[in-house]
T-cell receptor, first 111, second 116 residues
Framework: QQQVKQSPQSLIVQKGGISIINCAYE??????FPWYQQFPGKGPALLIAIRPDVSEKKEGRFTISFNKSAKQFSLHIMDSQPGDSATYFCAASKGFQKLVFGTGTRLLVSP | ETGVTQTPRHLVMGMTNKKSLKCEQHLGHNAMYWYKQSAKKPLELMFVYNFKEQTENNSVPSRFSPECPNSSHLFLHLHTLQPEDSALYLC???????????????FGPGTRLTVT
């Protein structure tokens, strides 16, 4: 019940396209859903996060869509750029501390 | 940079060695974490320290021994490790608000550990 399932494992998108990464969770007590971005040689960095009281949150080209009834949330990267090539992790927790992470999606944006 | 530094960045050690990983945060946070990141696996929370007190130990083998002498420094002491312990070890920090929750976690760059 503590798992967060993330898909796809890897993704190739052309420059200017939309990248979509999906996550699903089981624990209905989770109330915080962040996405982290990790570049090679760096630690994960918080990209955007959402609480379950809203269905969508947008920050620049990055949007989280949240479906509470389906227990799913997704990250959309609009107008994907080569600089977005990184590994993306979804996570979930009750509060901020005990984050449960997905397995990660390696995104490659081709020029 | 995130304000969380880790040393060394790379470490190769034999199974009989003893070594330590160091983490330092310059953000004024009061909670610190150790995570293990292995290929194709989710990040695994290992230890949590709040106000220098260990509040979480996720069934981590005793060959990993954490130490938090103050709220800015966190160590992970390693001894008699196994090859399967090879991974990226990440430190993170956050501002804990007690029962009100905590702010977001900031990660360091990690130590790439190889056990031979």
């Amino acid at each position: 019940q503590q798992q967060v399932k993330q898909s796809p494992q890897s993704l190739i998108v052309q420059k200017g396209g939309i990248s979509i990464i999906n996550c699903a969770y089981e624990n209905t007590a989770f109330d915080y859903f962040p996405w982290y971005q990790q570049f090679p040689g760096k630690g994960p960095a918080l990209l955007i996060a959402i609480r379950p009281d809203v269905s969508e949150k947008k920050e620049g080209r990055f949007t989280i869509s949240f479906n509470k009834s389906a227990k799913q949330f997704s990250l959309h990267i609009m107008d994907s750029q080569p600089g977005d090539s990184a590994t993306y992790f979804c996570a979930a927790s009750k509060g901020f501390q005990k984050l449960v992470f997905g397995t990660g999606t390696r995104l490659l944006v081709s020029p | 940079e995130t304000g969380v530094t880790q040393t060394p960045r790379h470490l190769v050690m034999g199974m009989t060695n003893k070594k330590s990983l160091k983490c330092e945060q310059h953000l004024g946070h009061n909670a610190m974490y150790w995570y293990k990141q292995s290929a194709k696996k989710p990040l695994e929370l290992m230890f949590v320290y709040n106000f220098k007190e260990q509040t979480e130990n996720n069934s981590v083998p005793s060959r990993f021994s954490p130490e938090c002498p103050n709220s800015s420094h966190l160590f992970l002491h390693l001894h008699t490790l196994q090859p399967e312990d090879s991974a990226l070890y990440l430190c993170a920090s956050s501002q804990d608000l007690g029962t009100s929750g905590a702010y977001e976690q900031y990660f360091g760059p990690g130590t790439r550990l190889t056990v031979t």
